[in-house]
């Protein structure tokens, strides 16, 4: 970049002198590239607005507007909100009347069990993340390691003692099974990486704080806790994501009561044996991809935030 | 660490004390052995239940007395991840000696048949084998990929730039997608008749494209989707470490005029080597368990079976609960191995730094 100020540089195309800040210039290049990793997903959201006869049609139709003529008739759709309604209320049969589909209960379904999960799981994790970074037990790399090992194993070999032991409890098909299990299924990834970020924060802060009369539970709440808020924040979003779309140990541990999205989207779109319902499966999971997504979008500036107590690394 | 340790004398064996973890785990076991014997299970479970809740009491009260504040903080996860994973999975463990299937009432203890048969057998050792190579390509390949992409993409967004934030939403899109939807969506874009891919190489040549017609084209289509919906999971790590570097250590280096790479390697690498080892690592674990992406895709057409799906048709299709257990645990202490030797590398290097 020159130093003299040019013409792109004055309207903030370029930026120069100021370390890790760009202009315009960067954003019309990551948003190209953006857009490209984009596209899959766009298509997604463009065929839950699509009518359903077009949602296979030869060359795909793949934009809603024209865009003032720049895309070719033959690529545009007309978009309708109908798919939409479908989700909650269709006809099962051929010609019959709309009945609800039950899917207001599953979204609420996925929405307590994924988000009581990750809070639990955030709120144990932090707090045993703390434990083994700062009071080190005797053989603390074993448990990590241990705990580490419970992610290791393929789902399905876990999955039939659980199923085992929650019908011997009486635990199958409730909230309070599929909860807890999502808790232990979280765990393990909150700890790892809770663990990391306190294991970055300099300790001398916490020491000089002890020195002046801060009590343990103070140290930590106010001090320790503060400084990891982006750790928390990034946790919370990975662990909601990867619960909100879990599929075999819901599919196998809930009950019609407690059904969640990624079970009940499997069985409205390959029931009927008419092969895929495109557009039903498109509309289902627009919806469904709409709370995590403004959950993230609201975090990011956590998520990105970075560790900004002002610490010394270590 | 100037925790203060209370000084105080432990208890005797036999005194009754509510800090007394060594009674509580004796009478804790000697009940749950005479429930589980002489009472139905719905009833004995929660009796060891109970004892197990005796058990850790004591261990946080003697954990309270005495200042063990480690002990305090990680006993609520070893709970949880006790009783809902450690559990099922020595349950598992022990399954793995006896013949069982699901679908059958008999169970017969058998020793070490099943890991024998996994390894030894004509028939199945071999196709367990074959699966498990297929497994390694597919690590070496997804993983390899979503690091690189994830690494690129969590560079380019590391400097602050009007509307960073609305773009930084769409690339972690895929991460949120359902992997149902994305997985059947993107049977649709390899479909060789209506697909998106296919219309646009059929635009350059009159041959039909079909993009899952052998094993190449299938590994590249799996590792393309898988690829492209976790490499923003490596860049959100990446990212976060790549933000909390200190400004003033880079104007520091503008002032030194270091050079680009070595301000890299000296300034940036040290913040990011921890997460990216933590991306690595999750990453490499879940690679060796990618099956429903395969099951959706090809299901284990053209020679794409990995070992997860394997053993999910083992256990699941087949019903060979025990079978699939010895597989599992033969995995598993491949993963152990390759795990522990990566984490020593990993302590090696930041020790040696």
């Known amino acids: 970049m020159s130093q003299s100020s040019s013409f792109l540089e004055r309207i903030g195309f370029f930026k120069s002198g100021n370390v890790g800040e760009s202009g315009w210039g960067r954003t019309l290049g990551v948003g190209l590239i953006s857009l490209f990793y984009f596209l899959p997903v766009l298509f997604i959201i463009f065929t839950s607005l699509k009518p359903q006869d077009m949602a296979l049609s030869v060359p795909p139709t793949l934009s809603p507007t024209s865009l003032f003529g720049l895309i070719p008739d033959h690529y545009v759709f007309t978009p309708t909100l109908e798919n939409f309604s479908s989700v909650f209320s269709r006809s099962m049969t051929s010609g019959g ?49 241990i705990i580490l090992t419970t992610r290791m194993l393929p789902a399905i070999v876990v999955i039939i003692p659980v199923i085992l032991m929650f019908r011997v409890v009486g635990l199958s098909g409730s909230y309070i099974g599929i909860i807890l299990l999502y808790t232990a299924f979280n765990l393990a990834f909150t700890i790892w990486m809770m663990k990391s970020f306190f294991d970055e924060l300099s300790t001398d802060v916490e020491d000089a704080a002890r020195i002046d009369g801060s009590s343990e539970t103070k140290v930590f709440l106010k001090i320790c806790l503060p400084q990891v808020i982006a750790g928390l ?25 407690t059904r969640t999205v990624p079970v009940a989207m499997n069985q409205a779109v390959s029931s009927g044996g008419r092969g895929t319902d495109w557009t039903l499966l498109a509309s289902i999971e627009t919806l469904f991809l709409i709370p995590v997504f403004l959950v993230t979008f609201f975090l990011q500036d956590h998520l990105l935030r970075g560790v900004t107590f002002g610490t010394v690394k270590r | 660490m100037s925790a203060v340790v209370i000084d105080r004398p432990a208890p005797q064996l036999f005194e009754v004390a509510p800090d007394n973890w060594k009674l509580a785990i004796l009478a804790g076991l000697v009940v749950s052995i005479l429930a589980a014997l002489a009472l139905p299970a719905s009833v004995s479970f929660w009796i060891v239940g109970a004892m197990a809740a005796l058990v850790a009491a004591a261990f946080v009260v003697n954990a309270y007395r005495r200042g063990y504040y480690g002990g305090l903080l990680v006993a609520p996860a070893i709970a949880v991840l006790f009783v809902m994973n450690i559990f099922p999975l020595l349950w598992s463990l022990g399954l793995s000696f006896f013949a069982y299937q699901s679908n059958q009432q008999s169970i ?19 196709a367990n084998w074959h699966a498990l190579i297929n497994t390694a390509m597919f690590v070496v ?17 590391s400097k602050q730039f009007p509307l960073r934030k609305y773009l930084l939403i769409l ?10 939807a994305s997985g059947v969506f993107f049977t649709y874009y390899y479909d060789p008749t209506f697909g998106i891919l296919s219309y646009v190489m059929n635009q350059f040549s009159n041959e039909q494209f079909i993009l899952m017609d052998n094993k190449v084209g299938a590994v590249a289509g799996i590792v393309f989707a898988d690829a492209w919906m976790w490499s923003p999971f490596v860049m959100l790590l990446v990212l976060a470490g790549l933000v909390s570097v200190p400004k003033y250590l880079y104007e520091a280096a503008a002032i030194d005029r270091v050079s680009g790479w070595r301000q890299f390697w000296n300034i940036t690498f040290p913040y990011i080597r921890g997460l990216l080892m933590l991306a690595l690592l999750f990453r490499t674990i879940e690679a060796f368990k990618l099956a429903d992406l395969v099951i959706l895709l090809t299901k284990g057409g053209n020679d794409t079976l990995t070992i997860s799906y394997h053993l999910i048709r083992i256990a699941n299709e087949q019903n060979k609960t025990s079978e699939g257990a010895a597989i599992s645990y033969l995995m598993l202490f491949m993963v152990i191995v390759l795990t522990n030797l990566y984490l020593y590398i990993a302590n090696r290097r930041s020790q040696g730094a």
């Open chain 1, 97 to 145: 009347a709309p009945e609800p589909t039950g899917f207001d209960r599953y979204f609420f379904n996925s929405i307590v069990i994924a988000s009581t999960s990750v809070f639990l799981a955030l709120i144990i994790g932090t707090l045993a993340a703390y434990g083994f970074s700062r009071y080190p037990l005797k053989g603390n790399d074993t448990y990590l390691f």
């Open chain 1, 233 to 257: 924040a990034a946790t919370f979003v990975f662990g909601l994501i990867l619960t909100w779309n879990e599929f075999l140990f819901a599919l196998l541990l809930t009950g019609p009561d």
């Open chain 2, 108 to 126: 017969r203890f058998v020793g070490l048949a099943n890991y024998v048969k996994a390894l030894t057998n004509d028939l199945a050792a071999p």
């Open chain 2, 141 to 157: 390949f997804t993983v390899a990929a979503q690091m690189i992409v994830g690494f690129l993409l969590a560079l380019l967004f």
């Open chain 2, 171 to 180: 690339v972690l899109t895929p991460m949120m997608l359902s992997v149902v």
